[in-house]
């Protein structure tokens, strides 16, 4: 397992939809990852949000959506009780010494980046790597995160040749629009939910069941 290198993807899954794999299976062939675990967010259940699945129906979409491809999807942050960012990769990191992970979100996550808990302890903690999304470049570009990190700026292929990552690094990837989003499959069809089917789940990254109840978003 030494130098598996692996892409981590957050997300609330809500649903899990061909976007995600497609932006998947695109940082592993820019990246020269071995796998991406699809970090599907518990939620908070004492705060409901309005229109959040349970975590089971969101997990088997994601379960669905990673077929036969080198994605693994996760709920391990319901597991370590994390609440922010920094938190989950400090933990995973300290679990899984012998891989190597790159935090992988799209460009608007990083025109607010500095706005996260501990901002730069993440990107001290792994490398980063952006994906373009239509409308946020100019606001990722100026963004305080990005004066910060352009010194530690470095293309694609030069990432994917490296031997071994270092941290704090960024990676800026170029990558067709995709039309799809969570939005607007609920919109078009509010019941997805209720045809995710039901029984025991396990977590394809820890091996351990993933409770079906009082876990929603």
Do not use: C
């Not at 990107?123 to 010194?151: E, F, H, K, N, Q």
């Amino acid at each position: 397992m030494t130098g598996m290198r692996t892409g981590l993807l957050g997300g609330s899954f809500n649903p899990a939809h061909g976007g995600h794999r497609r932006i998947s299976l695109f940082a592993m062939e820019a990246l020269g990852l071995d796998v991406v675990w699809w970090l599907v967010s518990p939620g908070n259940p004492l705060k409901p949000k309005e229109g959040m699945a349970p975590l089971q129906a969101r997990y088997r979409s994601a379960l669905k959506m990673s077929r036969r491809a080198p994605i693994r999807p996760t709920a391990i942050e319901r597991e370590l009780g994390t609440r922010y960012t920094v938190d989950t990769l400090s933990r995973i990191t300290r679990r899984y010494p012998k891989r190597d992970f790159v935090w992988l979100m799209g460009s608007d996550n990083l025109a607010s980046f500095h706005r996260w808990k501990d901002w730069r302890d993440i990107a001290r903690i792994m490398p980063i790597a952006t994906i373009a999304r239509p409308g946020y470049d100019a606001a990722a570009v100026a963004s305080p995160a990005m004066a910060w990190l352009a010194t530690h700026r470095v293309s694609p292929a030069v990432f994917r040749k490296r031997g071994q990552w270092s941290a704090p690094t960024l990676v800026m990837m170029r990558f067709d629009p995709d039309p799809r989003s969570a939005t607007s499959i609920r919109r078009s069809d509010p019941e997805w939910a209720a045809r995710m089917g039901s029984g025991p789940l396990r977590d394809q990254v820890t091996h351990r069941p993933i409770p079906g109840e009082g876990v929603t978003g």
